[in-house]
Every structure is written in C-alpha cells, then in structure tokens.
C-alpha cells in the first residue's frame, strides 16, 4: 500500500517542478518543461501537422508521455491561464480528428493584435502541445 501511495506523490511533485521554466519568448509566460523534453530540430517536424498555422513563428513544443500523458487538461488549463495573466485572451477553439489523433487548437490574442497559438496533438503514445508566435 506505501508504494501505491508513493507514485502519485512522486508525480505531483514532479508536476509542480515542470513550471519553473519560463518561456524565452514572452517572460510573464511559463510552459510546462522538466521531465518533458522540448523538441528542438523536431519542432518542425510536428508543425507540419499543425491546421491553421500560417503566420505563426518561433514554434515550441513539449511532449508527455507515460501518466504524463493523461494530465492534457492540468496542462491546457495551466497554459491558458499563463497566457491569460500575460494578456493573451482566449479568442477560438477547434479540435480535428487526423486518423488515430486528435488534434485541438487554441487561439489566444493580446489587445495590441498579438496571437499566440496552443496547439495540442493527442496521439495513442504521447501528448504533444505546440506554442507558436504572431509577428
């Protein structure tokens, strides 16, 4: 029974952590990191994949796998509240089906017209979401 107490603390824990990295483009704005491995080179790969992408730059993305990925809305609700406090406003959302994935996108908007894109890929193995940057 300790052990089956152990893991969730464990992952709590390790959830809380993930917020300490701040995000380079806009300071006021923390994604999730730590454990989850930014992507790098395989940013590009991913936008690919991304509907409604055009006009947005300066691509991140993170990836959760394992329990991990089951925390999507822990997530989205964490980002959107961040964009929130830094005066990105909730302006749409659409969701898709791309054979086994689902692919939900969020768009947010600053008064002086900047955007900034969520977009968030479930597929069978992972969670993947993606930030890109008007302008």
């Known amino acids: 029974m300790a052990l089956v ?3 969730p603390t464990q992952t709590l824990v390790e959830v809380q952590l993930v917020t300490a990295t701040a995000l380079k483009l806009d300071s006021q704005i923390r994604l999730p990191s ?7 080179k395989g940013v590009a790969r991913l936008v690919t994949k991304v509907r409604g992408g055009e006009g947005f730059g ?3 993305g993170y990836v959760a796998r394992g329990v991990a990925r089951n925390l999507r809305d822990a997530y989205v609700h964490q980002l959107a509240s961040a964009f929130a406090a830094a005066g990105y406003l909730p302006e749409g ?3 898709y089906a791309v054979g ?3 692919h939900t996108r969020y768009l947010f908007s600053a008064p ?3 955007q900034v894109l969520l977009y968030v890929i479930e597929a069978p ?3 993947v979401w993606l930030v890109g940057w008007s302008g």
């Open 93 to 95: 959302q659409a969701s």
């Open 34 to 40: 730590g454990s989850y491995r930014a992507l790098g």
């Open 58 to 60: 300066r691509w991140e």
């Open 5 to 7: 107490m152990v893991a």
């Open 100 to 102: 086994a994935e689902r």
């Open 125 to 127: 193995d992972a969670l």
């Open 112 to 114: 002086d017209g900047r």
